[in-house]
C-alpha cells in the first residue's frame, strides 16, 4: 500500500513502556513521510546514529510525541 | 486565490493517523507561508530531504502540531 | 506609535486557519521585537527564506505559537 | 540590589499585549542570570540581532514563555 | 533480554528528585533506542560531555520528559 | 553525598520569582548529571555565557522547566 499505509491505529497503549516504542515510531513515520526513498534513509541512518547532536536532537522529539501519547493513556494510572 | 486558500477548516479528524497527516500538512504550510515562491521551495526540497538534522527538526515540528490536533480529537477516544 | 503599537487585542480567532495566521504574526513580532530595525529586518529576510533549517526551525515557532491559540479557542469546535 | 532584584511579581497581565511584553522579559532575564555580565551581554547583542537563526530561536523561547503566561491568564477571556 | 528490556513500569515516583532521575533516563534511553551499539554509545559519550551546545540540548529533552513525569505524579502534591 | 545529593524537594515555591530561579537551577542540574565531573564543568562555562545561540538555547530549557514549576503552583494565583 506504500503511502496509503494505516500504521496509527490509536495512541492507547498497555504498557508505558509501549508508549516508548509509539513514540520512536511517530518520530520514525515523521522522517519516512519527507525522505520518502528507503534506500535514501537507509544510507542517510549513519549519518545521525553517529553523532551525538542528532541523537540528542532525535531524542527531542521522542520526548515530544511521548508527551502526547502519555497524555491519551492519562499516563497508565 | 493564491495566499488565501482556505487550507485549515478544522482540526477534528476521524482517525490519529489522519491527525499525522494534518500535522505534516499545517508544517509545510508554514514554510510556505514564509517561502511564498513555489519554485524556491522546490528547489530547496533537496536540502532538507537528505539532511538528517533537518529531517530530524522537521519531525519536531510535526510532534508539536500533533499534540495540538490529538488534543483537539480527545486523543480518538 | 512604533514600538507600542497594539497588535495583540485578543488570542480569540473566527477560525482555524485564522488562528494559524495570527501565529505567524506573533513569531514576526517576536523577531522584530528583538531586531527592531525594520531595514535590517528586511535585509535578513532572504537569509532564513531560502535556508531550509531556518525555514523549518520558524516552522516549528509558529506549531508552538499555535498551540496557545489554539486552546484559548478551545479548538473552535 | 543587583541579582537579588525582584522583576516578576506575577504572571497576571491586563492584556495579551503586555503578556507578549512579558514573555519577552522573561526571555532576556534567562540570559541575563547566565551571562551575568551587563556589558559583555551589550557587546553580544549585535550577534544575535543580526543572526536570523538566532532570533528564530528567541522567538521559539518567547513563544514557550507566552505559553505560560496565556495560560495563567486564561488566555484574558 | 537486550531491547527486550522492560526498563519502564511506571511513570510514578516518590519524589521530585525521582521523577528527575526517571526524565534522565527516557533521554537516554531514547539515544539507546536509536545507537543500539554500547560500543559506539560509549565512544560518543564524550562527544556531548565536553560540548556545551550538546549538554544545553540534552537539558532540553529532560525538561520535556519531566513535564510529562511531573504531570502524572500530580506534582507530588 | 555527592550524586546522592537531595537537590529537589517540592517544586512549590513562594512567589514566581522563586520559580524563575528553581527553573535555572534544574537545567544546571541536568547539565552536572551528564557532565558529572565539576572541574571541566567550571572550565566549560565561559563556552556559553558568551556565546549567544548557546544563551538562547539555555534560555529554552528554563521556559519549559517554568512551565512545569509555574503549573504545579496553579500559576502563585
Redo the contacts between chains.
Sequence with gaps: MGNNE???????TK???EG?ELA?K??R???A???TNPE?RKS?RN??????????????????????I???NN???
Tied chains: 1, 2, 3, 4, 5, 6.
Design positions: 494505516i500504521w496509527l491505529e490509536s495512541l492507547i504498557t508505558p513502556q516508548r520512536i511517530m518520530a513515520k515523521s522522517i513521510a519527507i525522505q535514501i542517510l549519518d545521525y546514529a553517529s553523532d551525538t547532536a542528532q541523537l540528542i536532537a532525535s531524542a527531542n522529539v521522542i520526548a515530544i510525541e511521548f508527551q502526547t502519555a497524555l491519551a499516563y497508565w494510572k
